[in-house]
Nanobody, 117 residues
Framework: QVQLVESGGGLVQSGGSLRLTCEAS????????MSWYRQPPGKQREVVAG???????NYADSAKGRFTISRDNVKKTTYLQMNSLKPEDTAVYYC???????????WGRGTQVTVSS
């Protein structure tokens, strides 16, 4: 129904910045709440940030003050601006599109973010 492709990951030094991009296709983008999740090595996947079509945002405590989620409904693209990166931010970052609470939604394949000290 919808396909998601993440990009923008890479290797960055502690204190640096990255902007992740999630491009959506094949669905009605405005139906979805968009979220970014991450999975550090050897750990469970966790939510980082979410944004509704109306622009309401939520952030994990670890992301507040450093990360900003945004979306462009014309381009069907979701962004995650990450500033002041820390080594503990190292993870595979995944994009998720979900129509309603309780559904699994759709996932991208992820993009690797590595923060060195």
């Amino acid at each position: 129904q919808v396909q998601l492709v993440e990009s923008g990951g890479g290797l960055v030094q502690s204190g640096g910045s990255l902007r992740l991009t999630c491009e959506a296709s094949g669905g009605i983008f405005e139906f979805y709440t968009m979220s970014w999740y991450r999975q550090p090595p050897g750990k469970q996947r966790e939510v980082v940030a979410g944004i509704t079509n109306g622009g309401s945002t939520n952030y994990a405590d670890s992301a507040k003050g450093r990360f900003t989620i945004s979306r462009d409904n014309v381009k069907k693209t979701t962004y995650l601006q990450m500033n002041s990166l820390k080594p503990e931010d190292t993870a595979v970052y995944y994009c998720n599109a979900r129509v309603s609470t309780g559904t699994s939604g759709f996932w991208g394949r992820g993009t690797q973010v590595t923060v060195s000290s």
